[in-house]
């Protein structure tokens, strides 16, 4: 099977995200936890059904929920970080992760209007 970039940073992604969300639950934190498991599984979910788009307009609208979701989960790793649940170095990480992603949806995006 041919590798794809996105899919396969966004799938990893949602995985530290899953771990995340349970470290969270284990602190009894189960709003923020919830809100960051919905965003944060969703990029990859997206991307996956952009892939199996019908249609490049299709291809284009999953990519853009996809970086929305990407955008939101950014907003929560901040709630996060600000509130002290999470620590500074795990923050730092997974805002390069995000920040990457987003860097890469946005090209896609980008390119696919062409």
Known sequence: MK???IA?????????????????CAQNEYVLSRQ???SGTSIGANVE?????????????KMSISYKEAK???????????TNYIE???F????????SILK???EIIESSKE
Request: aromatic residues 12%; negative net charge; hydrophobic residues 40%.
């Open 49 to 61: 059904e952009a892939i199996g788009g019908i249609s490049k307009k299709d291809f284009r609208a």
């Open 3 to 5: 590798e794809n970039l």
């Open 88 to 90: 500074i170095e795990e």
């Open 72 to 82: 939101e989960t950014n907003y929560w790793l901040r709630i996060l970080k600000d």
């Open 8 to 24: 396969d940073k966004t799938y990893d992604f949602a995985i530290k995200i899953v771990l995340l969300s349970k470290k969270l």
């Open 104 to 106: 890469i949806l946005y």
């Open 36 to 38: 960051i498991l919905k």
């Open 92 to 99: 730092n990480y997974l805002n390069d992760e995000i920040t």
